[in-house]
């Protein structure tokens, strides 16, 4: 007979996963910079083999380094979905000039559209929908097209704080979606409560927008880290279950995990097989290394990385 019986302690990625939370973690993306890509020594230590990383183009960043980053991914085995924002970009020839690069150097197949995050175009482009009218995808073969979402509204589409541009916007990429090959998803922005991204899923759907929904998840961060980034970013409703947690002396210190979230919209897509959100889309703003361990130690198998 034992005289002390002390808890054998658990090693990372061996902790039981939530089941609902393992299939609502299948085929999980993320998002990188080269910036922070530089700072991962080996991806294949931290992410699921065939992971789809996206690569968000700040202004201001070399096309050089993008395709560099999308090269080194690629090489890697990840199949990489490059930011093109138009407003960066400055005509016609240079968005052809970025796909030739990413494919010949990467083999991209695949792009995230979006308006960008410049209030002024710095050329001819000022929507994603423009860029898709160049038909320039189409014709370099893209099989999958991914446009942005905004479950809380964005101020810089209705600054009313209405969904009206925003809803009309999606119904005509939705429109372009059944006229066209290319595979297409919403790529949201980042939330941090369940209960107005289901609502916001939900209306989707009664406005006939089938577009699959990739949804936005912050990863692991310091609290001051989320905050800062959600008031960048136009986070709307959902910043009080941030400001709530300030203001709790116990979790103020502590880091921010997407447990609870991520656990709540798990559990509605398992009772709900066909609610529109198909996939999870994390952006790791407390590091890559960070988020993929945090998907590692609650997604069981379905975040299992390719080196494991």
């Known amino acids: 007979m034992a005289l002390l019986n002390f808890k054998k302690k658990e090693t990372p990625g061996t902790t039981p996963s939530n089941p609902q939370v393992e299939a609502f973690l299948q085929d999980y993306s993320i998002e990188v910079m080269p910036r922070t890509a530089e700072k991962v020594e080996n991806f294949r ?3 699921p083999e065939g992971t789809r990383v996206y690569i968000a183009h700040i202004e201001g960043t070399p096309i050089e380094e993008m395709v560099a980053t999308a090269k080194r991914l690629h090489a890697d085995g990840f199949p990489v979905m490059p930011h093109f924002p138009a407003r960066i970009i400055r005509d016609k020839a240079t968005l052809a000039d970025w796909i030739a690069r990413y494919q010949g150097e990467a083999d991209v197949k ?3 559209l979006l308006a960008g995050g410049v209030a002024t175009p710095q050329g001819d482009f000022d929507s994603s929908m423009q860029l898709m009218e160049t038909g320039l995808f189409d014709e370099a073969g893209f ?3 991914h ?3 905004h479950p809380e509204g964005n101020r810089d589409i209705d600054a009313d704080g209405s969904m009206t541009n ?3 916007a999606l119904k005509w990429k939705n429109d372009f979606q059944s006229r066209t090959d290319a595979k297409m998803a919403l790529a949201t922005q980042f939330a941090f409560d369940a209960k107005p991204i289901i609502k916001w899923a939900d209306d989707l759907s009664a406005d006939g927008i089938t577009l699959p929904v990739h949804i936005g998840i912050a990863g ?7 905050i800062k980034f959600a008031i ?4 709307g409703p ?6 709530k947690r300030a203001m709790d002396v116990t979790k103020l210190l502590l880091p921010y995990e997407p447990t609870d979230v991520v656990a709540e919209l798990a559990a509605h897509k398992a009772a709900n097989p066909d609610f529109n959100i198909t996939n999870v889309h994390f952006f790791p703003l407390g590091g890559i290394k960070t988020n993929a361990t945090w998907a590692i130690n609650n997604g069981g198998a379905a975040a299992a990385p390719a080196n494991a």
């Open 232 to 235: 960048a970013c136009g986070v």
């Open 45 to 47: 230590d931290l992410l």
């Open 110 to 112: 695949q792009a995230l």
């Open 166 to 168: 925003v809803t009309a």
């Open 238 to 243: 959902s910043l009080k279950v941030l400001q």
């Open 220 to 226: 692991p961060a310091k609290l001051q880290t989320l």
């Open 147 to 149: 446009v942005a979402g």
């Open 143 to 145: 099989e999958r097209l």
